[in-house]
Every structure is written in C-alpha cells, then in structure tokens.
C-alpha cells in the first residue's frame, strides 16, 4: 500500500486495525439472530418475538467477552488451513478424534468454531428441556452468534485480516462494511426452520462452505486493487462525532459486484442455520410448551447482574497482540463492543 503521507497512514492503520478485528459486524450479528427469529414454527415464535429484543442486543456478547473471558477466543473462528492440505477433509469431525489427532492445545490455539457450535446446540436443549427462560435465551443468543461466525469465510483462515497477503483490512471490509452498505437490497427470505438431523456435520457444512468462498474474497479483492485509483480507495465518513476512514463507497460498490451475492449467501446461510438450531434443540428436548413462559422478565436482580457482567468485560483483562490495543479502544468508542480474531497472548501467540 503506497500512501503520500505518514499521517494518512496512520489514519489508515487505526481504522483498518479496529475493521480486522470485528466478527461479521455489530449489525449484521443483530440482524442474523432477529431475523431467525421469524424463521420459527408457531409454537416457538411467541415466545421468541416477544424476547426479540433481547435476542438482537445481546447477539454481540460473545465479542464484548471476548477480552475477559479466558477460553472465549478460540471459540469464534478456525483456522483451517494451518493443518496442511485438504485439511477442510482430513480433519477429524468429532471432538475427542480431532484432540487425539492434533491435541487439545493446539485446536485451542487455532480455533475450535464448528465445536463449539454443536456443544452450544446440546446447551440450548437443556435449556429448554429445564424450561428455564433465562438460560434459553442466553444460550440461544450467544448460539447465533457462533453460527454466524462459522459462516464468514475469514473466520476459516490463518490470514483472516488479509494480513498474509498485504490486504490488512479486509476482514472489516467484508464482514462490516459490505452488509452495513448493501444489505438493505439483500432477500432475507430463508423459509421455515427445519430439523437438523446431523448436528455436527452441518456445523462442519457451514465452515466448508465458509472456506471454499475464500479464495473470491481474497482473490477479488487483489484483482481490483491492482486496476483502482489507490486515492480513491478510501473516503470520510461520520461516525457519532467522531470522521472516521474507510473503504469509499465506490470501491465497496465494485468489490460487492465482483463478489456478485457472496456476503448476501452467508448471510442467509447464517439466518436459516440459527432457525433449524434453535428449531432442532427445542424438538429434541421434547418440544416443551414455550407458551407458558410467556409471562417471563428479566429480575431487577437479572438486569444487575448482566450491567455486572459486562462491566467485567469492559475490562478486557486478557492481553491482545500490542497492534490490537489501539483497534480495541476504537472500537469502543464507535460501538461500544469488539471482537478479536486472533488469539490471545494467553496462548503465547
Ligand atoms: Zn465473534
């Protein structure tokens, strides 16, 4: 990248370090798990459109506790490639085989997305077969997220911010700002949730399908990077009051035409995969009746806790990468949440 000024670089650095490090975006997290919420057969939709709510803010948490909670990192990504050569096939889809080929120390260090997704799915059945609306709903929220995280291609890799391939930035680029610009035009409309007979290779599916769009989010991006006006790849915009750099409108626009409907697909993919989840937990635990939780609250004391709760993640306790520290304050001060796709230095990464 060949910039005129030190100061435009710095410019460039602080916005494209804070864009690397957010999982499908604020907003289009929010969105995925609002809208599976109309996905839902009859004897489920009550229940969760009158949660809709809660649903939606709380479809980041797993970002917010990505800084404080030891253990949480790993949970949102893969980094498939780093096993070597058709490792999307070669890798063991069950837990304890993965571990007894790779150890359990280094699936940690390099992810363990589809996992965590299908331990997540058993979680929410509990949930329900307990009939406890707070755990339902908490499980269920944080279970969205993780889906949506295993269907982002950069979510795959160990180049996840284009970082290996001088694209640094990308992964912001493709995850927030293409459906913060475009995804008003996106058909949303996935069909009723369905049963998931196979859990865990459905969990895999979403990672497969994730990986092999790799290659076009990447490969894209470099063929219109080398033919555009380097001084017209990034424009202003207002952020709260705060002018922020960011992909122009232009590039954005061009890129998500060679992408023709990628980000839209995995979008979508996203939305019906949380539905046919939380659809199959609730079937097998017996399909309790929802409708008698209808009256469900939060306590005083719930809300208390969870105010507690997230001001314990605002502390970000875990160490990140020193790179990582300036995107982190940023993106607080934007959005008030992050989401690291690296790992911590627990792991002595
Ligand atoms: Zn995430």
Redesign the pocket.
């Known amino acids: 990248m060949k910039l005129r000024y030190p100061f435009v670089l710095f410019s460039v650095f602080l916005i494209l370090g804070s864009q690397k490090t957010y999982?499908?975006g604020f907003y289009a997290?929010q969105r995925i798990n609002r809208l599976a919420v109309f996905c839902l057969p009859e004897p489920m939709s009550a229940f969760f459109k009158r949660n809709i709510v809660y649903l939606t803010e709380n479809a980041v948490n797993?970002?917010r506790r990505?800084n404080a909670v030891k253990g949480e990192a790993p949970k949102?990504f893969i980094d498939i490639d780093v096993y070597g050569d058709s490792a999307l096939w070669k890798m063991p889809r069950r837990w304890n085989d993965a571990v007894a080929k790779y150890s359990e120390d280094t699936l940690m260090e390099y992810g363990i997305v589809p996992w965590e997704v299908n331990r997540m799915k058993y979680s929410l059945q509990k949930a329900f077969e307990s009939k406890n609306p707070n755990s339902i709903l908490r499980i269920a929220s944080d279970l969205g997220?993780?889906i949506a995280?295993s269907n982002v291609p950069l979510h795959t890799t160990e180049n996840y911010n284009g970082q290996l391939t001088g694209q640094k930035g990308i992964h912001g680029f493709w995850e927030s700002r293409l459906p913060e610009l475009f995804s008003d035009k996106y058909d949303f409309f996935v069909g009723q949730a369905e049963y998931e007979k196979r859990v865990l290779d459905r969990s895999w599916n979403s990672v497969i399908a994730a990986h092999m769009a790799l290659d076009s989010v990447l490969g894209f991006e470099k063929d219109l990077n080398a033919s555009w006006p380097e001084d017209k790849k990034y424009g202003y915009e207002q952020r709260g009051n705060v002018t922020t750099q960011v992909y122009s409108r232009e590039y954005s626009k061009a890129y998500s035409q060679m992408l023709g409907n990628q980000v839209e697909r995995r979008m979508r993919a996203s939305i019906k995969q949380v539905a046919d989840f939380w659809y199959t937990a609730w079937v097998d635990a017996g399909q309790p009746d929802l409708n008698a939780m209808m009256d469900y609250k939060l306590s005083e004391e719930q809300i208390k806790e969870m105010e507690e709760e997230r001001k314990l993640w605002q502390k970000k306790t875990i160490e990140v990468r020193p790179e990582e520290s300036a995107s982190l304050t940023l993106e607080d001060l934007w959005f008030g949440t992050c989401?690291n796709?690296s790992h911590p230095a627990e792991k002595g990464h």
């Open positions: 999982s499908w997290h797993p970002d990505r949102h997220h993780y995280d989401c796709h």
